[in-house]
């Protein structure tokens, strides 16, 4: 699931980039409510639009039902917790922080988890030295003297 979360990320963070390279246009900064909902609505919208991204790209990718809910919900979440922060920004500047951070949080994690997690350990029944038929031997020599 933390692989499939990386690959949400890694999808949805340059995508979430490349948004601030749209051409816009330009409103009165203005403070007030239809400002604040305006902002907050292209927000929302704008991770629907990441999310649907992500999802297509994860479904293409061969991803199960399981991954493709948890990527997708991840992205939609880390959009989410950010939007109380970022309600003063623009919505690509919003989408761009979000999808960036997230990126870089599951990466972290998923580098961690990948640090700590214990090495699978001999068993008890293979030996130090190869056996004789796996030693590979020179092409057109025979083994027999």
């Known amino acids: 699931?933390?692989?499939?979360?990386?690959?949400?990320?890694?999808?949805?963070?340059?995508?979430?980039?490349?948004?601030?390279?749209?051409?816009?246009?330009?409103?009165?900064?203005?403070?007030?409510?239809?400002?604040?909902?305006?902002?907050?609505?292209?927000?929302?919208?704008?991770?629907?639009?990441?999310?649907?991204?992500?999802?297509?790209?994860?479904?293409?990718?061969?991803?199960?039902?399981?991954?493709?809910?948890?990527?997708v919900a991840g992205v939609m979440f880390a959009s989410l917790i950010w939007m109380p922060v970022t309600r003063r920004w623009s919505a690509r500047a919003h989408m761009c922080w979000a999808s960036s951070v997230f990126l870089f949080v599951v990466f972290l994690t998923y580098a961690l988890e990948w640090t700590t997690s214990p090495t699978p350990s001999s068993s008890p029944t293979s030996s130090a030295t190869p056996s004789a038929s796996a030693t590979p031997t020179p092409a057109g020599s025979s083994t027999t003297p």
Do not use: E
């Open 1 to 71: 699931m933390l692989q499939a979360m990386l690959l949400a990320g890694i999808v949805a963070a340059p995508l979430g980039s490349a948004a601030l390279f749209l051409p816009v246009r330009r409103h009165a900064r203005r403070a007030g409510v239809w400002s604040a909902i305006r902002r907050f609505s292209l927000a929302v919208i704008g991770t629907v639009v990441l999310a649907v991204a992500v999802a297509v790209v994860l479904r293409l990718l061969g991803a199960s039902q399981h991954n493709l809910v948890a990527g």
